[in-house]
């Protein structure tokens, strides 16, 4: 279990201090603002949507190294999936950041099980969340009108 920790502990360096998929996405579709209300870091989602697909997204912010590497790793995950899989995702990370610390995450949200590691800290866990529901607020209007866009 410690390996798995470290493992966890590197995922999260390396997504905080080379985030993926950073910076603003001139055609974004939608922009969406996050704040998170215990500390008033910021960071402003980028995501251009086609079809009901993200076609393509991107995040800006200064927020702490759990926000970072968040924000890093949901842009990677969910950059080209269909919308409708990215709402499953945010159900899936909102299930793990809530579990009991004891709780094994599923096997199948990969490297985003780096996540789980913030439920130590409670008051973390609004850090590693506030990029997903950034993605929410942003794809879930989609949602409704996917077949309109
Ligand atoms: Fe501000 Fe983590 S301390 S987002």
Known sequence: MDE????YRQVILDHNRNPRNFG??????RV???VNPLCGDKMTLYVKLDGGKIEDIRFKGTGCAISVASSSL???RVKGTPVTAALELFDKIHDLLTAPEDQEP???????????GVRE???RVKCASLAWHALKSAVAED???????
């Open 106 to 116: 599923p096997a199948d949200l990969d490297k985003l099980a780096a996540l789980a």
């Open 74 to 76: 949901m842009t990677e």
């Open 32 to 34: 969406v603002a996050g």
């Open 24 to 29: 603003e996405l001139p055609d974004a579709t």
């Open 4 to 7: 798995l920790q470290d493992l």
């Open 121 to 123: 800290y409670p008051s």
């Open 143 to 149: 949602a409704s009108n996917v077949t309109t866009e």
